[in-house]
């Protein structure tokens, strides 16, 4: 698989003896964080990984995506498996610039999808444990940096009607109620901090907004995210 890297500033090298600091976009199926991302094309000194959705799509041919939706039972395991895979990818990627923003992460994997299906029965019990032992085995082994988290807190009912609209057509079977339960994840995991650990600090954005708007709050996350490359 191959996720898509867009470097900008290629001249600049980081210092080598400083990591990148490290974003994580995250948010709602249909909250924007492609967008978000997006917007931070403009910038120097930011190197954007984005869009796993696309390997998770095609992998040697096969859509992992759409097996998983046609048939949860059979395919959750292993597509969550391969997401884990991508976004471990992700996290190792030595990039060349003194910020790196990534859309999503292994936690919100665990924390909200894994955690979704196997609450809702989804996945058997062992399959739960068997995931669960591999995010555990990376963290205690494999550092994974974070110093930021952008939130896009988004309505359920919003992202519903924007996936509707956007037809992506795996995704036309979501019903709200999966929407619900995945944003109480989200919310557990990083408002209220009752579910698993928060790596890093949490900027919270409205991603209600619609896109004429939601530069002005993109805009919020700009300051905190640039200083870091002085
Ligand atoms: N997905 C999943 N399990 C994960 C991650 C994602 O089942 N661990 C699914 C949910 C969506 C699709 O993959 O159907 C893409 O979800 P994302 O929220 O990662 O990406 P979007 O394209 O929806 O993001 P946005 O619209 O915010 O840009």
């Not at 019903?175 to 557990?188: A, G, I, R, W």
């Amino acid at each position: 698989f191959s996720v898509t890297v867009k470097v900008l500033n290629l001249p600049k090298m980081n210092n080598t003896s400083k990591r990148p600091f490290t974003v994580f976009v995250e948010g709602n199926i249909g909250s924007g964080k492609t967008t978000f991302l997006e917007h931070f094309c403009q910038f120097e000194d930011i190197t954007l990984l984005t869009e796993p959705v696309e390997a998770w799509r095609n992998l040697k041919g096969w859509n992992l995506l759409d097996l998983m939706y046609k048939d949860p039972a059979k395919w959750a395991m292993t597509f969550q498996s391969y997401v884990s895979l991508t976004m471990l990818d992700m996290h190792c990627k030595v990039t060349p610039t003194p910020i790196k923003l990534m859309e999503r992460s292994l936690y919100s994997a665990r924390y909200c999808f894994v955690e979704q299906i196997m609450r809702n029965g989804t996945l058997h019990p062992a399959q739960f444990a068997v995931l669960d032992e591999w995010f555990r085995f990376i963290h205690n082994h494999i550092p994974i940096e974070a110093d930021l988290i952008v939130y896009l807190k988004a309505s359920p009912a919003i992202v519903h009607e924007r996936i509707k609209q956007r037809a992506r057509s795996e995704e036309q079977c979501v019903p709200l109620s999966y929407l619900e339960s995945l944003h109480k994840l989200h919310e557990d995991w990083l408002i209220h901090k009752t579910l698993g650990e928060c790596p890093a600090p949490v900027l919270v954005l409205d991603a209600d907004l619609d896109l004429s708007e939601i530069t002005e709050e993109y805009k919020r996350s700009e300051h905190q995210i640039l200083r870091q490359a002085v």
